[in-house]
């Protein structure tokens, strides 16, 4: 199954390893098999706006060739939300528009979290009139950690609740982020020991009812060294010009780490998870986004 | 009086690094540091001899490496720091129990938005008025937008505030108007009755601790205001960070920014040499000429990530209108504290400076 036949990829990731970029390059390659594709950050984030060329964050969305650019927040969903369960228009705006209330949902942990996992269920299943039908929604989900945090908000919240309208919108929630047809879940990851390590420890974490569809290991360098005779060059640098053995040194030591890293990540989803594809990308120049963007996406389609 | 350094910047910025290459730096200066950080790699852990529980600073041993001044670090461990609070100011050891064993404080003490952040407040006020340090180096915790942690006192205050949460500990609404006793009926609905028994007893208890964060809030916010603000980025990704955007919500609270720290700056590529000339240096060794090929197209490629990382610093620098440091590409230097000591010179000026 293609990972683009689902309706919502939940993108996780440690800070820095490139969960945005890879969510901006994952959208480009599912623009181009012709699918409808909805990039969403959540909290008010705007990383992927700048990949497009873009600045800013809008809850309404930006349309960049076939792709939707949306930004989301707990407020502007809360509203939504409410302007979209008519029926209960009434008493949500009584319990929203109270200080004490509105301040006690702040704290209510994963609150926020659930409110705009509502909107993303939305977008996919009942969108408004005027709203396009997507096929796909790519969400740039926050770090590692909270990733997990927010994958079990909806759970959380309809465990935590006997009835009523958090009660249905928590559970419809879940349910879909429980569909293995619908939903999955693509950590990005680097070959490094930190990033690696966090990536496995999120794919233990995540639980039977959730689906992990294939894991990105970012930033990949092959410096296309030959096959042999790498000892006899460092040797004969290391007298000669020892400059150039040190960018030989510090390059070797990288891919030695990277080629450990790469195969532990790979061998330990095997056991966690089974047959989940480790798609690697290479380390581009990063200081272009817009072309570092469509070159990933050249390399990821068919995923 | 104490010095505060306090090292901004997202998660992947480099920033604990920094933050300990920031203190060995005040130290090398000749002060007395300690460096408070959140949930370092296990490798810097190691570095620095940090042990992984504890809430007090453990000294770092220097020897060998001749600084005149000592550092120490703490990682904060925010779930203790917080039940540690708790036993300290509530207003008798039966509340604290009950507090600690509540299942809403349970989950509020390790997931409520700006906990975290709060307790790295609370840790760093403790480390001030200890009065043994010349100078704290506060790592911040990673958060979704740079300056919550700025935020995090007043938030955690409102949330403990008696004004709004001591209603809900009545369980008639006691003196509340009447649309906001049916807003809490209608809550008790949607939210479900046990929960709303644990909220209420544990606002009841946490009552009882109001005069600490409000006071706490109060000192927070004056070392807030006296602290030396310094940006992490990293040299790779800097668009991830909103540099004006987070210039302008810095002197939206009144603050400044004191410069720009650069990390993984690409190190300088080696000298040129035509094919001719590094052919005849590796002569003999087996593919020669496949080996001339791969290493002058990986100098090509040290060149070019040097330059686009050198224009990248200085290009936010200008942006800013700061001073800028740069601590070079060395993954290799977290590993030990000798190789995080090689970092020092680029922070030294850093912390030399006087504030």
């Not at chain 1, 740039?140 to 079990?152: E, F, M, R, V």
């Not at chain 2, 925010?78 to 604290?96: G, I, L, M």
């Amino acid at each position: 199954m293609s990972l683009f036949d689902r309706r919502l990829l939940v993108i996780t990731g440690k800070g820095g390893v490139g969960r945005s970029t890879l969510s901006g390059a994952l959208a480009l390659a599912a623009g181009r098999t012709g699918r409808r594709v909805c990039v969403v950050e959540l909290a008010g984030l705007a990383a992927i706006p700048p990949l497009f060329g873009l600045t800013g964050r809008t809850y309404e969305p930006r349309t960049v060739g076939r792709i939707d650019l949306r930004g989301l927040t707990a407020p502007e969903a809360v509203a939504d939300f409410g302007r979209r369960k008519l029926a209960m228009g009434g008493l949500l705006r009584l319990v929203f528009g109270s200080r004490i209330t509105s301040a006690f949902l702040d704290a209510v942990p994963g609150f926020q979290d659930l409110v705009q996992l509502g909107k993303v269920e939305n977008l996919l299943t009942e969108p408004r009139e005027h709203e396009p039908r997507y096929d796909l929604v790519i969400l740039d989900g926050p770090a590692t950690g909270h990733g997990l945090t927010l994958l079990a908000s909806a759970r959380a919240m309809s465990d935590m609740t006997g009835g009523g309208p958090f009660h249905d919108l928590s559970a419809i929630i879940a349910r879909f982020l429980s569909d293995p047809v619908k939903t999955a879940i693509v950590p990005v990851t680097l070959p490094e020991e930190l990033p690696v390590h966090e990536t496995l420890e999120l794919v233990a974490g995540l639980g039977a009812d959730r689906t992990l569809g294939a894991v990105i290991l970012n930033q990949w360098v092959d410096p296309g060294f030959p096959t042999s005779g790498a000892d006899e060059v460092q040797t004969a640098l290391a007298r000669s010009a020892p400059d150039w053995a040190r960018l030989l040194r510090t390059t070797r030591e990288g891919m030695r780490v990277q080629a450990e890293v790469g195969e532990h990540l790979a061998s330990s989803i095997q056991a966690l998870a089974g047959a989940v594809p480790v798609h690697r990308v290479p380390r581009l120049d990063p200081h272009n986004p817009r072309r570092l963007v469509a070159r990933l996406a050249e390399r990821l389609e068919g995923v | 009086m104490t010095r505060i350094d306090l090292c901004c910047g997202l998660g992947g910025s480099g920033k604990t690094t920094t933050a300990a290459t920031l203190g060995l730096a005040h130290a090398a200066a000749g002060r007395r540091a300690v460096v408070l950080t959140i949930d370092p790699a296990r490798r810097l852990a190691n570095a620095l001899h940090l042990p992984l529980h504890g809430t007090d600073p453990t000294p770092v041993p220097l020897e060998g490496l001749g600084f005149p001044g000592t550092l120490s670090a703490l990682m904060l461990d925010h779930t203790a720091t917080f039940d540690a609070v708790v036993r300290r100011y509530s207003p008798d050891p039966e509340t604290a129990e009950r507090l600690l064993a509540n299942r809403y404080y349970r989950a509020i003490s390790t997931r409520l938005t700006g906990a975290h952040e709060y307790m790295a407040m609370e840790k760093l006020t403790e480390l001030v008025e200890a009065g043994t340090w010349d100078v704290v180096v506060l790592d911040t915790p990673p958060t979704q937008h740079l300056l919550d942690f700025l935020d995090a006192p007043d938030r955690v205050q409102a949330v403990f505030d008696r004004s709004v949460f001591g209603a809900l500990a009545e369980p008639g609404g006691g003196i509340l108007g009447l649309a906001t006793r049916r807003a809490l009926a209608l809550l008790e609905r949607v939210a479900g009755a046990t929960t709303m028994g644990d909220i209420r007893e544990f606002m009841r208890l946490i009552s009882g601790l109001s005069a600490h964060f409000r006071e706490r809030g109060t000192q927070v916010r004056a070392l807030l205001d006296r602290a030396r603000y310094l940006l992490v980025l990293n040299a790779h990704a800097p668009e991830r960070t909103d540099l004006d955007g987070f210039l302008d919500a810095l002197s939206d609270r009144g603050r400044t920014l004191a410069g720009l720290i650069v990390t993984r700056v690409a190190a300088p590529a080696p000298a040129a040499l035509g094919p001719a000339e590094l052919a005849a240096r590796i002569a003999g060794v087996p593919q020669a000429e496949a080996w001339v090929r791969a290493l002058l197209a990986a100098r090509e490629a040290a060149v070019a990530a040097a330059q686009l990382d050198g224009a990248a610093a200085d290009r936010l620098g200008a942006q800013a209108g700061l001073p800028t440091w740069r601590i070079p590409d060395a993954p290799e230097a977290v590993r030990t504290l000798q190789g995080l000591a090689t970092l020092v010179p680029n922070l030294l000026p850093l912390a030399a400076q006087s504030q």
